[in-house]
């Protein structure tokens, strides 16, 4: 049940050039990381031993990780190579091993604000990455510190995860009348099975024509409201046979104009974050591409003003 996408870690799916990209730059990151470490417990290590310790643990590491012997080997020289260097100019007196705080301050605090400068402003991103959901987001943490250090503008986002009950679980029997706990109708529990918080806000949705088969008949939303009352309008749209309903549109060309069955499923959920809401449902759109999307919501690379109303 459990696939590996080619070429890529255990537990990052990724869409494909994006992905070879990633993990290519990913391999060479970890490298890096793994030498700078290294190098630093050369630099703070007391004792044969411990070191010794401290670099089998680095070595480890990188064995979890799938890289070969070679590759190892090449990462440890590297870092000794690199602090044989340094041992060589404490010698001679041009950089001290362990520089006092006051070394070189200036050139320090310059290439602080350089870091500051090329750090992103909140909401300016230029790319989603989107990778598979793992304990304690740590993968997604891990991607995100990189590209911060990187000053790269990839927002990286956490899918929420097809959990292994919804995939052996088809009906439950515990389906919910289409009521929600006030009593009132609930689109969303009507027209839905199994698990979903219908009144979950600031989320990305996606609803799927049932009578269609494969990728047709998608749609892709955002919405600060609930799913619940976004729904809703979407249903009553529908239901008047609006022009502006997208999924009335699709029922007049693909199903001769009959009302078929929708499913909606929630995708991600972002509180408080109004920007990351927006960018990632551009983000799913470009990924995906949903049929019943518009032209303009295709385009959208970056957050822009929405007005309230439905498409
Ligand atoms: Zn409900
Ligand atoms: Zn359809």
Redesign the pocket.
Same mark, same amino acid.
């Given at each position: 049940m459990l696939r590996q996408t080619e070429g890529a870690a255990t537990g990052v799916v990724l869409a494909g050039d994006l992905a070879s990209l990633f993990m290519v730059w990913w391999q060479t990151e970890f490298k890096r990381i793994m030498e700078r470490e290294m190098v630093e417990l050369l630099l703070f290590t007391r004792g044969e031993r411990e070191l010794r310790e401290h670099v089998q643990y680095y070595i480890h590491r990188m064995q979890y990780s799938g890289y070969s012997v070679t590759e190892r080997e090449e990462v440890y020289a590297r870092a000794k190579k690199k602090f044989d260097e340094m041992l060589r100019k404490d010698r001679e007196g041009t950089v001290p091993l362990y520089r006092p705080k006051e070394w070189k301050r200036e050139m320090k605090d310059e290439e602080k604000k350089q870091q500051k400068m090329n750090w992103f402003r909140k909401g300016d991103y230029e790319s989603v990455l989107f990778i598979d959901a793992t304990p304690n987001s740590e993968l997604a943490r891990k991607c995100r510190k990189i590209y911060k250090e990187c000053g790269l503008k990839v927002k990286v986002v956490e899918k929420t995860g097809t959990s292994v009950k919804t995939m052996l679980v088809k009906s439950n029997p515990f389906k919910?009348q289409g009521k929600?706990g006030m009593g009132e109708e *609930?689109k969303? *529990?009507e027209d839905t099975e199994g698990e979903l918080d *219908?009144k979950k806000r600031e989320v990305v949705y996606e609803i799927k024509c049932r009578d269609c088969d494969g990728a047709r008949g998608r749609y892709i939303g955002e919405s600060a409201n609930s799913l619940?009352e976004r729904y809703k309008q979407h249903k009553e749209k529908l239901k008047t046979r609006s022009k502006d309903s997208v999924f009335w549109k699709h029922m007049k060309e693909h199903h001769g104009g009959k009302l078929t069955n929708l499913d909606v499923k929630i995708i991600g959920s972002y509180p408080f974050d109004a920007t990351l809401r927006q960018v990632s449902e551009a983000g799913y759109i470009r990924e995906t591409i949903p049929d019943l999307n518009t032209k303009e919501e295709y385009r959208a690379n970056t957050p822009r003003p929405r007005n309230i109303s439905i498409q």
């Amino acid at each position: 049940m459990l696939r590996q996408t080619e070429g890529a870690a255990t537990g990052v799916v990724l869409a494909g050039d994006l992905a070879s990209l990633f993990m290519v730059w990913w391999q060479t990151e970890f490298k890096r990381i793994m030498e700078r470490e290294m190098v630093e417990l050369l630099l703070f290590t007391r004792g044969e031993r411990e070191l010794r310790e401290h670099v089998q643990y680095y070595i480890h590491r990188m064995q979890y990780s799938g890289y070969s012997v070679t590759e190892r080997e090449e990462v440890y020289a590297r870092a000794k190579k690199k602090f044989d260097e340094m041992l060589r100019k404490d010698r001679e007196g041009t950089v001290p091993l362990y520089r006092p705080k006051e070394w070189k301050r200036e050139m320090k605090d310059e290439e602080k604000k350089q870091q500051k400068m090329n750090w992103f402003r909140k909401g300016d991103y230029e790319s989603v990455l989107f990778i598979d959901a793992t304990p304690n987001s740590e993968l997604a943490r891990k991607c995100r510190k990189i590209y911060k250090e990187c000053g790269l503008k990839v927002k990286v986002v956490e899918k929420t995860g097809t959990s292994v009950k919804t995939m052996l679980v088809k009906s439950n029997p515990f389906k919910r009348q289409g009521k929600s706990g006030m009593g009132e109708e *609930c689109k969303v *529990c009507e027209d839905t099975e199994g698990e979903l918080d *219908c009144k979950k806000r600031e989320v990305v949705y996606e609803i799927k024509c049932r009578d269609c088969d494969g990728a047709r008949g998608r749609y892709i939303g955002e919405s600060a409201n609930s799913l619940q009352e976004r729904y809703k309008q979407h249903k009553e749209k529908l239901k008047t046979r609006s022009k502006d309903s997208v999924f009335w549109k699709h029922m007049k060309e693909h199903h001769g104009g009959k009302l078929t069955n929708l499913d909606v499923k929630i995708i991600g959920s972002y509180p408080f974050d109004a920007t990351l809401r927006q960018v990632s449902e551009a983000g799913y759109i470009r990924e995906t591409i949903p049929d019943l999307n518009t032209k303009e919501e295709y385009r959208a690379n970056t957050p822009r003003p929405r007005n309230i109303s439905i498409q």
